[in-house]
C-alpha cells in the first residue's frame, strides 16, 4: 500500500489512533526489539509509508505509544478531581495514581525501565518533558503546602524527594495483580502518615485546591499533546 495523505483532520486522527492501538499491542505481546514499522503497518491495514506521515522514525512512533499512555493516567487523575475535590490530598492522589500506573503495563514497564518490553526508549530521555512534569509535581506539592497540608517541618523540595523515593519503592516492589488495591491502600496510609497534616481539611479549601491541581494537569496534558503529535480520545 502506498502513503495515504488524508485532508480531513478527523480522519487523520482516527487514523492516527489506530496506528497507535496496534502499535501498544504489539509491544505488549512482543516487545520493542521484536516489532517493526511493517508489523505496524500491516496491523493497521495501511501502508509502511502511511506510518511515515505521522511519525518519522520507529523510536517517535514507540515514544508516542508511551506519552498516550501517560496522558490517559493524568487525564483519569484530572477526572478523578473534578468529581470529588478530596482527591486533591496527597495521599489519595498518590493512590489514584498508582491504580492509573498497575492498570497500564506499558506505562508501568516504560517508568520501571524494563529492557525486554521497552528497550531503548527507556534511555531516550526528553529533556523539554521531563522539566513539565518536574514542575507540575513541584507546583502542586507547592499548592498543598501553602494551604496546610503537608507537614511543615520539611521543605517541598525535601518532602518531594521523600516522596518520589516512597512512590517509587512501592511501583518497583511489585507484588500479585490481584493485590493492587491492596497496595494502593498501604501506599495511601504511608503517604498521609510520612507527610501529611492531621488536622481537619475545610470542604472550601479542598475545592480551591482541587480546581488548582486540575488547571496544572490541563495546562500539562495540553503541553504534552502538543510536542507528541497525539490526537485526543
Known sequence: MSAERLRDPRQRAERAARIL????????????????IDDVAAGAGIGKGTVYLHWKTREQLFGAVFAREVLRA???????????PGACLLHRF???????IADRPLLLSFLLA???LVGKLTSSPDPARDERHGTMA??????????????????????????QATFEGFLRAGGASDGREQRADLLARTVRRAFETESAVPEATLRDVAAA?????????DADRAESGIPEG
Open 94 to 100: 498518590a493512590r489514584a495514581y498508582f491504580l492509573a
Open 21 to 36: 492501538d496496534v502499535a501498544a499491542d504489539l509491544l505488549l505481546r512482543h516487545g520493542y526489539r521484536r516489532v517493526t
Open 213 to 221: 491541581v486540575v488547571a496544572l494537569l490541563s495546562d500539562l496534558i
Open 74 to 84: 493524568m487525564d483519569e487523575l484530572r477526572q478523578a478531581l473534578r468529581e470529588d
Open 114 to 116: 524494563d529492557p525486554d
Open 138 to 163: 513541584r507546583d502542586y506539592l507547592g499548592l498543598l503546602a501553602e494551604h496546610g497540608l503537608l507537614r511543615d517541618d520539611m521543605s517541598v523540595d525535601e518532602l518531594g524527594y521523600a516522596y
